[in-house]
């Protein structure tokens, strides 16, 4: 028997048709709803499906979801509740971005653990569909479920979790990422191809070379055993499941990868000779119209990369080549101009024309600091900032501080909101060299971005 002074839908209901002076069958058929199924969900009889609630409030004039918090409480009271009413509530939730009352319910649901599959399940559906909060809460909570059991759904939650919870914290993004490496090898082996480049490219960013070199080599290892058994007559009829990409782009790109530590340690002929590797496609045995795309991507970074180690390694006469062989292209300038300007700064030469002409490719950055082609918007941020802390040593050492004194103040401010600390510190050095020609307009952002950083601390 209720209590008269707890609050229910039945009693909301209730009240609402007592002040409008209604009967039960005036609602009903104001609502759409079986005149003989409300009076069964008001006496108790039935229990109400959320598209029931969903009409209920709609003609009460409330709005969506507005007693779904009540509707919780009732799923959890009622023993006779099922997944064939769960489902649909959790789905609602979902599109009407409930995130407590999903965090209820799932928790409700974890108390029997035949639930976790069909989680899991839901989970993916709604990962796949682009929803990625609430897939997350589901995630987070069958991962916990799973700790001790089903070992290849519990990593592939913490590959989800990992991937929805990048930010631009790089801090968080190394803890997520060491939480995460462990459970690589209980994915299945295709799974395992995209979890690798994802920890690779993360690493990459985070400049941890050994880390990266380690996930990219063993990501083209495995991309390659599977490449060869699925092209062996006796496997063709095998139907497997298959990896985001073609297998050949996974191995291509392992070396694309492997390349690009070779050039941060400065070892040029290694990398050129990755180059080739991601150059030659003689061995590929696809030919269709995706597969025929993924080569000419590969051919494009070759024939740029190539320029650009040889530029690196000192042939600086091809940096206006290289410029001219990536200009058109947008999603790729941003990178070539980060090799660039560690360039001069190497070798003392001057960029001034490159740097104008990109002029507002690099402010349209410093403003949306967003994700530019095919690189994660972790990577791209931390080498932007890198990129403009070059640029103010390069207008410093050329004897034009004040110029330099406003990339070396955007450098700062995009490392601390990132919490890349050792670009900070290398920005603070730069800064003290060049403060006596600040403005004081330009000392006081400095001092309010010195502010900033220290509360975080």
């Known amino acids: 028997m209720e209590s008269n002074n707890v609050k229910t839908i039945r009693t909301e209901l209730l009240h609402y ?50 007693y779904y918090d009540l509707y919780v409480e009732e799923l959890m009271q009622d023993p006779s509740t099922d997944w064939r009413r769960l489902r649909p509530f959790i789905a609602r939730c979902a599109e009407l971005n409930k995130l407590a009352c999903v965090e209820q319910v799932v928790d409700l649901m974890l108390e029997k653990s035949y639930y976790i599959s069909s989680l899991f399940d839901f989970a993916e559906m709604l990962y796949a569909e682009g929803d990625k909060s609430v897939a997350l809460i589901i995630y987070k909570k069958v991962s916990e479920g799973e700790r001790y059991q089903h070992a290849e759904r519990l990593a592939v939650c913490q590959y ?60 083209g290892r495995i991309a390659k055993n599977q490449y060869e058994q699925n092209h062996n007559r006796k496997r063709q009829d095998r139907s497997e499941a298959t990896p985001q990409k073609p297998l050949f782009g996974y191995i291509l790109y392992s070396h694309l990868i492997l390349g690009a530590i070779a ?13 080739a590797q991601y150059e030659n496609h003689d061995w590929i045995i696809e030919s269709d119209a995706a597969a025929e795309q993924t080569k000419k991507q590969f051919l494009s970074w070759a024939t740029a990369n190539k320029t650009l180690y040889r530029l690196m390694s000192g042939e600086t006469d091809l940096i206006d080549d290289y410029v001219e062989s990536l200009a058109t292209n947008d999603s790729e300038i941003l990178r070539a101009l980060f090799k660039i300007v560690k360039a001069a700064l190497r070798y003392d030469m001057n960029i001034d024309h490159i740097l104008e002409r990109f002029d507002e490719t690099i402010q349209s950055q410093v403003v949306s600091q967003c994700k530019v082609g095919s690189y994660s918007s972790q ?45 900070m510190v290398r920005c603070f050095c730069l800064f003290d060299e060049v403060r006596d020609s600040a403005t004081e307009e330009q000392l006081n952002r400095y001092k309010a971005i010195l502010r900033e950083v220290q509360s975080h601390r």
């Open 160 to 219: 989800r979790i990992f991937k929805s919870t990048l930010n631009d914290n790089q801090d968080l993004n190394l803890e997520r990422a060491l939480i995460f490496e462990p459970f690589v090898t209980r994915l299945s082996e295709t799974e395992q191809l995209d979890a690798l480049k994802d920890l690779a490219n993360l690493y990459l960013s985070l400049r941890r070379w050994d880390k990266a070199l380690s996930l990219g080599g063993e990501m």
């Open 17 to 66: 048709i007592d002040q409008n002076k209604l009967l039960i069958y005036h609602f009903a058929e104001k609502s759409g709803i079986n005149s003989g199924t409300l009076s069964r969900i008001i006496n108790g009889s039935k229990p109400m499906p959320i598209r029931t609630l969903d009409k209920l409030t709609s003609t009460m004039g409330l709005e969506e979801g507005a």
């Open 379 to 423: 990577i791209i941020n931390d080498r932007f900032v890198i990129f403009l802390a070059d640029i103010g040593e390069y207008f410093s050492k050329s004897l034009r501080p004040k110029v330099g004194i406003l990339f070396i103040l955007d450098s700062l401010a995009i490392s601390a909101k990132i919490k890349n600390d050792a670009c």
């Open 263 to 275: 050039e941060e340690k400065q070892e040029y002929v290694q990398a050129l000779q990755h180059v």
